[in-house]
C-alpha cells in the first residue's frame, strides 16, 4: 500500500510541477524513448544474473506490496513457542521434545503458534539447534559460531534481489543517456526540417534522459532498499532465536532466556517485559 502511495507521490510531485511550471505534460509521454531505456536495462538485467537470482527477484517484488509481517505481535508469538518448549526440555528432560523438534508441524507444542510455525525456514533454524541441543553436551561457543555463519549465509544470499535490483537502477540514468543520445542522432540527420520540428526532436531526446533518472532513482531504486529492509528484519528474528537458545545453553531459565531475546529485538517491535511475561503466562494458561 505505501509502495503506490509513494509511487504517487513521485508521479505527482514531479509531473504537477512540471505543469505548474507551464510544461507540456504530453511531450514526456514518449514510449520508444521507456523502450530503449527499459529494455537495455531488462536485458543488462539478464545478462548479469543466474536464473536462480533472476526468480529471486520475481518473488521479492510481490512481497514489497505487503505490509512488513514482523510485528509485535510475532515476536511475542515466537518468544513464546520458544519459552514453552525450553520449559518442558527443563521439567521433563530434553528427550521429551525430540518428538516434536522432529515432527514440528504435527507436534501440539508448535502447531499452538501458527503465524510461527508456517514459516519453514524459521522453524527449520529453531528444530535444528534444538536438535543439536537434544543430541548431548555441546560447546555454546561452537553453536554460536555455527549459528552466526548460517545467519550470515541466509543474510547474504537474500540480500542478492536487492543487489540485483540496484544495480539495474543503477545504470537506468546511464541507458537515459543513451536514449537521449540516440534522439540526438536522429535530429542531427534531419537538419533540413523547419526549427519547430528540431526544437521538438530535441525535446523528445531530452526526455531519455530525464526517464532514466526518474526511473532510476524515484521506482527501482526504493524496491532494492524495500527489499533490503525486509531481509534485516527476517536477520533480527533469527538473531532473536540465537540470543534466547544460546542463553538456554548456558543455564539460564526459560523465563530469562526468552528476556534475552526480547533485548535483541528493534525498539519499534520489542515488546516490554511484562507485555512479554502476561502473553507467555497466557499462552501457557491455555
Known amino acids: 500500500m505505501f509502495l503506490i502511495i509513494g509511487y504517487l507521490v513521485v508521479i505527482g510531485s514531479v509531473i504537477g510541477g512540471f505543469a505548474l511550471a507551464g510544461g507540456h505534460v504530453a511531450a514526456l509521454l514518449q514510449p520508444v524513448e521507456l523502450l530503449m531505456i527499459g529494455g537495455a536495462a531488462l536485458g543488462a538485467f539478464i545478462v548479469a544474473n ?60 508448535f502447531t499452538k503458534y501458527e503465524n510461527v510455525s ?20 555441546l560447546n555454546a561457543l561452537e553453536i554460536e559460531n555455527l549459528m552466526d555463519n548460517e545467519i550470515d549465509t541466509h543474510h547474504h544470499e537474500a540480500m542478492v534481489p536487492s543487489h540485483a535490483v540496484q544495480t539495474m537502477a543503477d545504470g537506468m540514468p546511464a541507458f537515459g543517456i543513451v536514449a537521449a543520445v540516440m534522439g540526438v542522432v536522429h535530429t542531427m540527420g534531419s537538419v533540413g526540417r523547419p526549427p519547430a520540428e528540431l526544437g521538438e526532436m ?20 526504493p524496491i532494492a532498499k524495500l527489499i533490503e529492509v525486509k531481509v534485516d528484519e527476517a536477520t533480527k528474528e533469527l ?9 538456554s ?29 502476561a502473553h507467555v503466562k497466557g499462552k501457557k494458561a491455555a
Do not use: W
Not at 539460564?252 to 529485538?265: H, N, T, W
Open 249 to 277: 545453553m548456558q543455564g539460564y531459565a526459560p523465563a530469562i532466556a526468552v528476556e534475552f531475546g526480547r533485548k535483541v529485538l528493534y525498539s519499534t517491535e520489542r515488546p516490554t517485559f511484562l507485555e512479554l511475561e
Open 239 to 247: 538473531q532473536c532465536v540465537k540470543v534466547t537458545l544460546l542463553a
Open 50 to 109: 543466474p536464473m536462480k537470482v533472476i526468480k529471486a527477484v520475481v518473488t521479492s517484488i510481490p512481497q514489497c506490496m505487503k505490509g512488513s509481517k514482523y510485528t509485535k505481535a510475532r515476536y511475542m508469538e515466537l518468544l513464546a513457542l520458544i519459552y514453552d518448549t525450553l520449559s518442558k526440555a527443563r521439567k521433563e528432560g530434553l528427550m521429551s521434545i525430540e518428538a516434536d523438534i522432529d515432527e514440528p508441524h504435527e507436534s501440539p507444542l
Open 202 to 221: 530535441i525535446a523528445h531526446a531530452l526526455v531519455g534522459t530525464f526517464l532514466g533518472i526518474l526511473l532510476a532513482y524515484g521506482f527501482i531504486g
Open 118 to 137: 508456517k514459516d519453514h525456514h524459521l522453524m527449520e533454524f529453531i528444530t535444528d539447534y534444538l536438535r543439536m541441543m537434544v543430541s548431548g553436551n
